[in-house]
């Protein structure tokens, strides 16, 4: 090291410090992206666009996903019989929990309490009780690929791959026993529910169109024509656009949820595999299994950014709330009401916490929640509202004004693990 006066050297440390400090405070949400063949999964801060860890994890991730607290995140390892649990503030792995072999598609109850999993080698559905951290219930279903929870968390929808009965597979949260099957004549790929529960996206092999069910009756409406392979297909809340990951010519391709007709698309990297949007709703996240890397589409029209990653790159989920926002009880969050939508569109507060909306439009809103709960019939421009959230749970809400702007708080207990 080059000696200097010892004034100099102080200043150096104390910049040092600064830097670290302002780092630590710049923290975004994360994303979590599985490489499938490095057996690893990269970490971003989606502030910054930058990989901050790469975590070595059960063989051949193929199935991600984060708590709603934000706090843990589940990766299944299809090449082993276990999925890995990541601590998201410490981005290490805590747990191997055993799960039976070759384990494949995630899905979480909106508590974050159940944790699916789809254990294609084993034909079977886990329930994976995430405050115990093991299986504590299991439903055959043969050769499960996928599985999308009805928001309204009554029942599971699986993906069934099994040669000649390819099905949706659909079980009761409750009772835990397969209520019905849906025959389908090609083998499932992906399944999504819309945020509001209203269809079901489904993909499959071969077919260039998403398939959109009903979940309400079981029927089949008219598909989403795409280019050659689409995979996953997703109405995100606080989108107006649904969005679909189109494998062939490597885009993403926007659609309109009401005619199912192609909005535009949206050139990426090489056979794009999934994707998630930002916690603000600004970005759209797509992992590029084919050219190794992650493209961060801007929504407003902004220049499309590539962060590289390991071999094949599956899947990838992004917290929805910064770990560093809401970390304790008494604090309080924000909303915008910008351009006719609620920004961020989904927030997870603890409970006690105070949330903030406030009207940065031209034009008067309002906050209507589904469960009868205290909002405002008119927020008027530049006005704001405020409210606490006691207890644990999912609060969806509109505007008055506007019905098509939709929004949801998750508030998640404020001990560790509830
Ligand atoms: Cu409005």
Redesign the pocket.
Known sequence: MIAMPGFARILVIFAALAASAGAALAAGPKAYVGNFKDSTVSVIDTGTERVVATLPVAAGPDGIIVAPNGRSVFVSGSGAAAVSEIDAASDRVTRAIDVGKGPQGLAMTTDGKWLLVAVNGDDRVAFVDTSAHGVSATVPVPKPHTIAIRPDGRQAYVASQEPGHFALVVIDMATRAVVTQIPLDKPPRDLEFSHDGKALYLTLAGVAAVQVLDPATNQWGVPIPTGVSPHIAQHFMGMASGVVVVQGPGEVMLFDPATHAAVRSIPVGKQPHWLDLSADGKKLWVSNEGSNDVSVVDLAGGPMHTVAVGNAPRKIAVQRTAASEGAHAGGSAHVAIRN?AFEPAQITVKAGQRVSWQNDDGAP?GLVFKDGSTGIDLLLPGKAFARVFDKPGVYDYV?S??PY?TARVTVVGSQPGS
Do not use: T
């Open positions: 006719f809103h505007c004004v506007h702007m």
